[in-house]
């Protein structure tokens, strides 16, 4: 079992950047896949990008270029950096690791783009 926590998320204007943390529990070395979500209200929870243990990376037509994620699995974290941000990036945004057959959640950061 995993426990994931996020942090980094807030307020920026339009063109500005954050960088979101994702902190597991234990070590993310062996973890397959982890990776962000978004959500937006009234909207489904969408894929944002994900990151292997192999270090391939995925990513949303609508952040690429713009957004990277990483992994330290030293610091056992995933980060999302996030540049050039929109309003409609604005959402609750969720880390997600899937290991041993099983997915798990964190609990969501907020990111809310002012334009």
């Known amino acids: 079992q995993v426990q994931l926590v996020e942090s980094g998320g807030g307020l920026v204007q339009a063109g500005g950047s954050l960088r979101l943390s994702c902190a597991a529990s234990?070590?993310?070395?062996?973890?397959?896949?982890m990776g962000w979500y978004q959500q937006a209200p009234g909207k489904q929870r969408e894929l944002v990008a994900t990151?292997?243990?192999?270090?391939?990376?995925n990513y949303a037509d609508s952040v690429q270029g713009r957004f990277t994620i990483s992994r330290d699995n030293a610091k056992n974290t995933v980060y999302l950096q996030m540049n050039s941000l929109k309003p409609e990036d604005t959402a609750v945004y969720y880390c997600?690791?899937?290991?041993?057959?099983?997915?798990?959640w964190g609990q969501g950061t907020q990111v809310t783009v002012s334009s």
């Open positions: 234990r070590t993310i070395f062996s973890i397959n896949a």
């Open positions: 997600h690791a899937v290991t041993r057959g099983r997915s798990y």
């Open positions: 990151i292997t243990s192999g270090g391939s990376t």
